[in-house]
């Protein structure tokens, strides 16, 4: 019995080695074939990469302080005609 499970083990690890190689082949082919469409396509060099300098951290981006806004109004009257009460006032 633990002669079995033993053995179930190391198969179990190297079908997952097995796995990962595979996984792994493909995502390296998958990214080959898109850099090898790019030459082709926009005559972009397989070295050509965008590389984000060091002054354009958005992550450590500061807002300015908001202009101050004026001090809140009082709601206006709606417009003659809309409905509201301005329509039963000028009719007295």
Do not use: C, H, M
């Not at 019995?1 to 990962?20: C, D, K, P």
């Amino acid at each position: 019995l633990l002669a079995a499970w033993i053995i179930r083990a190391w198969v179990y690890v190297v079908v997952g080695f097995v796995a990962a190689f595979v996984l792994s082949f493909a995502v390296s082919a998958f990214t080959n074939i898109y850099y090898l469409l790019r030459r082709k396509v926009d005559a972009t060099d397989l070295d050509d990469v965008y590389v984000e300098e060091a002054g354009e951290d958005y992550d450590t981006f500061e807002a300015e302080p908001a202009e101050e806004q004026p001090a809140e109004q009082a709601p206006s009257e709606p417009p003659a005609g809309e409905g509201g009460q301005g329509d039963s006032d000028k009719a007295q």
